[in-house]
Structure formats: structure tokens, C-alpha cells
């Protein structure tokens, strides 16, 4: 086992600023310097570096930084603010422009599976238990039919696109509604949604 030397008589040419001392040693190995003892040198730099740059050596590793806040432009954070303020509150759901998404887990039209597919739609509420809508997707141009909400917060309507339906259950949490669609051809086939006011 070798025995423990004194960084000034290993490396005596090292600067004394210890930031460079890891880089200074690989260029004298590069140059040719006789370094019997480079690990002797590289464990004496490491323990230098310590009372300069925290850190652990085995045990728990040091934390990582925590990750920056994504920032909403001033439109996300007003459609935010309007469905986190109606959340809980028993009033009329607005007609007009809302949007959404659904989750498919097929991978379809080039689109990874487990994507958010973007909703369009223009509601229209007939009473505070009824509503149509008229809408697109990346599927196609749609309307909603047979709209309901029942017992206060549970939604369902049918989803019809040209050549198929989609069946849609959930609830209504404020403004914001949510649940679970499915294929009328193949129920197995189902994804998470929601939708909410724009304004």
C-alpha cells in the first residue's frame, strides 16, 4: 500500500489556485512527468477540493437543483384563473368557445401513443342540464349529441365524427369537465378527457 505523500512534495508545481490543480495534473501526465504516484495525487486533489466544493464521496449524492416553474403566457393563466375560481362553485356552465384534449393510447396518424389531442368546440347549453356543441379534432369536424349533465356534476354525451361515435362519461368539477371516453365499435378502446371554457 503506498504511503501517503504531502501534495507540495508530489506536485510541488501546481498553482495554488485548487480549480486548476485536476486539469494541471493530466497535462503533466500528457508532458511526460514522472507520476509514480498520480493516484496519490489525484486522491490528495480530491481532498484539497473538498474544503473547496462540497460535496459526498459514496453514500448519498449531492441534490440536484430543483426544476424551474413552467411559465404560462397571459392567456393560459386567465383560462386558468377562470376554471380554478369556478372550481366547487354550482352555477350555469358558459356558452361559446371551449377547448381540450383527449388521451388516446393507440399511436395513430403519427402520433405517439399516450398523446393529448387537442379539442376545439362551441357549446351551446340549452338549460343547465342540456347542451350540443359543434367542434373539431385532428380526427375530424364533430358535433356532440344527447348532452347531459345529471345529479349535479355527472356529464355524458356522444361524440359523432362522419363515420364513427365516441361515447363520453364523466363529471363537472366548477367549469371544467372530465372523465373517460370510449369507441360505441369497440369499448375497450378509451382514453382520459377534458374540456373547459375559454372565456
Known amino acids: ?40 495525487g489525484i486522491k490528495l486533489i480530491m481532498e484539497k477540493l473538498k474544503s473547496v466544493v462540497p460535496f459526498k464521496t459514496g453514500g448519498t449524492a449531492a441534490s440536484s437543483p430543483a426544476p424551474k416553474a413552467a411559465k404560462l403566457s397571459a ?23 371551449w377547448k381540450g384534449y383527449f388521451i388516446d393510447k393507440r399511436a395513430l396518424k403519427e402520433v405517439s401513443s399516450g398523446s393529448k389531442w387537442l379539442i376545439n368546440v362551441n357549446m351551446t347549453f340549452q338549460n343547465r342540464n342540456q347542451f350540443t356543441a359543434r367542434g373539431n379534432d385532428d380526427v375530424g369536424p364533430f358535433i356532440f349529441k344527447n348532452g347531459k349533465i345529471s345529479g349535479g356534476s355527472k356529464v355524458k354525451f356522444v361524440k359523432q365524427y362522419a363515420t364513427h361515435q365516441v361515447f363520453y362519461e364523466g363529471e363537472v368539477l366548477g367549469v371544467q369537465m372530465i372523465g373517460i371516453w370510449w369507441l360505441q ?7 382520459q378527457w377534458a374540456m373547459w371554457p375559454v372565456s
Do not use: H, R
Open 185 to 191: 365499435d369497440a369499448p375497450s378502446i378509451k382514453g
Open 1 to 40: 500500500m503506498p504511503q501517503s505523500v504531502s501534495l507540495s512534495t508530489t506536485l510541488p508545481c501546481l498553482s495554488a489556485n485548487p480549480s486548476n490543480w485536476l486539469a494541471q495534473l493530466v497535462i503533466m501526465i500528457k508532458n511526460g512527468m514522472d507520476c509514480s504516484s498520480e493516484i496519490e
Open 75 to 97: 392567456t393560459e393563466l386567465k383560462e386558468l384563473s377562470f376554471v380554478l375560481n369556478s372550481k366547487g362553485a354550482d352555477q350555469d356552465l358558459p356558452s361559446g368557445y
